[in-house]
């Protein structure tokens, strides 16, 4: 039985209560793992679950409000469906040395990648992709071309764990990016150096409330994978356009899967200086065809935008988050 740590709010001598905190009692509680109605939790006080939360969210807020200097770069991932996981995994496990953190609007992560095509279960992924279930551990029926995954949680619940289990990524959920940070950098170019982000819920009421000011995450590099047109999706292909950085939308075109998944992977690309695009929200950039319930090219696309970040990351210097020369 291990020592379960208790809170102090003793008196100060003006009889004023003191700020809690905890204790030395390193007395040890009856506890129970007994289902024939014996079960028996150590005892905990509410301001310590409270205290856990706050200590640890706001601490890695504080943390990743700017890029580390070298080697402990940032690179922030807005989006996590299944090319955002699969960027941030390659990222993760191959440098351990980056601070990876992830943005995602929904409360759950994931996208559209719960589900196969119109609700059903099975995922399909062609070939070669599938080398990345193996690498994850995800198993499926081969079916020549392609391979099936039984059900498309199984890979998304899987990719997910093995992400946020990297010591080095951190998950922002219910969180939205509402902007980018927008510097003119040591060229005089217009470079995309961080996100500015809020709650969902407050993101989605600005015109129901007063000014709800926003937060910054200041990087050298954003990976953007927002997915396809919506309320929060392909932001920065959109924010691209109001901001001047881009003419205009190229806009999604009709499903072709044969056309659509090569070109998102070989296209997958820093659109701007500082920001690289993936998956869906890359078709509504350049005008490519969707692919419909067929997950390969948003796993492959995941995976280049990694390659293309560090590629980014590594040609520039940075210092305190800002790129201040090229290498």
Partial sequence: MAPVQTLD????????????????DSATHDVAENYEGQYRFAPIEEAQVSRAMIKRYFESMYERAISGDFPAHQIVIVGAGSA????????????????????????????????????MTPMIIRKPANRFLQEIGVPYEDEGAYVVVKHAALFTSTLLSRVLAMPNVVMMNATAVEDLIIHEDHTGQQRVAGVVTNWTLVALNHDTQSCMDPNTITCPVVVSATGHDGPMGAFSAKRLVSAGLLKELGNMRGLDMNRSEPAIVNNTREVAPGLIMAGMELSEHDGKNRMGPTFGGMIASGIKAAHEALRVLDSVNVVRGKVVASV
């Fill in 9 to 24: 709010s003793s008196k100060t001598e003006n009889g004023a209560t003191k700020p809690l905190k905890p204790s030395n």
């Fill in 84 to 119: 955002g996981l699969s960027c941030a995994y390659q990222l993760g496990s191959t440098r351990p040395d980056l601070k990876i953190t992830i943005i995602e609007a929904n409360v759950a992560p994931g996208g559209g990648a719960w589900l196969g095509g119109q609700l």
